[in-house]
């Protein structure tokens, strides 16, 4: 009984000195909080990681919205719809009410793969009340079409406008769902810069109907990018006999001019030059900012102008004396560099400049 007391004395002895580990009601929050993002075009990955975390909550902000991911490893992915500035907020927990909070701020630039073109802008739909889609183009190949042919060279003084750029089929690309038309300063056929003019000439044409190009266009002084059309019988009678319709033209520059587009009519008038045309001019930014649908709407009776389904010019083309515009056009693309319309480049103009071309649809 003696050995027996004297061990229960020892025992009791020994878990009196012990320390008590065992706290109720004490939780042990996270610690030494990391958060890295890595940004991938329009993809942000967040790594978190944290002492005595059972587990993250990572909430993604954009546009009033969030999206709240909950993750065991502080790894989370989650893909923006536009550029801006975004915020993320990570929590490492260790029970819902228990945790600390880090929040980050980072910038998301989107681009169409690496062609640099806006993702943003205005569309339209792929039909309309009364109209057929007789034909499109969407650039969604890795060249382009049978459908087109290139201008080459310099043509007649510069194009018949003194332009500056030596047109090559090198400067005209189709990735990314875009058709590219890239103006750049370098030497070829006796000029400094060089750019692409393409055409369905021979190839494809058409008389009456809307026509519809998404596109985004360059920018800078002596920069003239043009969507436009000429008559078939151009060969046989000369221009301005043949008619021209400028569905879009833009001289870039400071000022207005990077946000101004022009729609124009061009006719000869008992063998004289006549136009007509208006002009658009946007309320913010400029037409280097995000797509836009530039379009005409075009009967036996007229031609209408249109920017994102807007009209800002018409012309009445019944008088006997613009009877070019009862007869088939063709379409022509192209980004010219300096010329007798918007002068020459200067020392604010950044090159190379692009035009992107998302679609044209013609509806009949």
Not at 193 to 207: D, F, L, N
Request: hydrophobic share 35%.
């Amino acid at each position: 009984m003696k050995t027996l007391f004297f061990f229960l004395i020892v025992a009791l002895l020994q878990g009196a000195c012990q320390k008590n580990t065992y706290q109720p009601g004490v939780i042990i929050l996270p610690n030494d909080l990391t958060v890295n993002l890595v940004v991938d075009g329009a993809t942000v990955t967040v790594n978190a990681q944290a002492d005595s975390a059972n587990f993250y909550l990572i909430t993604f902000y954009e546009n009033g919205d969030s999206t709240q991911v909950e993750t065991k490893t502080g790894v989370a992915t989650h893909t923006y719809n536009a550029s801006g500035q975004y915020q993320v907020k990570v929590t490492a927990n260790t029970t819902y009410s228990d945790f600390i909070t880090e929040m980050e701020t980072f910038d998301i630039n989107i681009n169409a793969g690496n062609t640099g073109a806006p993702t943003s802008g205005t569309t339209s739909p792929l039909n309309y009340p009364g109209y057929t889609l007789v034909w499109q183009d969407e650039f969604n190949g890795l060249s382009l079409s049978q459908n087109w042919v290139y201008d080459i060279g310099t043509g007649n003084s510069g194009w018949g406008n003194n332009e500056l750029q030596y047109y090559t089929n090198q400067n005209a690309v189709v990735s990314d769902g875009l058709l590219q038309i890239t103006a750049k300063q370098e030497a070829m056929g006796g000029q400094n810069y060089t750019s692409s003019r393409i055409k369905t000439q021979g190839i494809q044409s058409w008389k009456y109907g809307r026509i519809d190009i998404r596109a985004a266009l360059p920018k800078g002084q002596g920069i003239w990018p043009a969507l436009w059309m000429l008559g078939d019988n151009i060969t046989s009678v000369g221009w301005p006999s043949c008619g021209e319709i400028d569905i879009m033209e833009m001289i870039g520059g400071a000022g207005n001019n990077d946000k101004t587009i022009h729609g124009t009519a061009h006719w000869s008038d008992n063998g004289s030059h006549a136009q007509y045309g208006d002009s658009y001019t946007l309320n913010s930014g400029v037409f280097a900012d995000e797509f836009h649908v530039f379009s005409i709407v075009w009967n036996a009776n007229g031609i209408t102008w249109l920017v994102d389904n807007v009209v800002y010019n018409t012309i009445n083309t019944t008088p006997a004396q613009l009877a070019e515009f009862q007869e088939k056009f063709f379409l022509i693309f192209n980004v010219a560099v300096g010329g007798n319309w918007p002068g020459s480049p200067d020392g604010t103009t950044q090159f190379p400049q692009t035009m992107y071309v998302d679609y044209v649809r013609i509806f009949q």
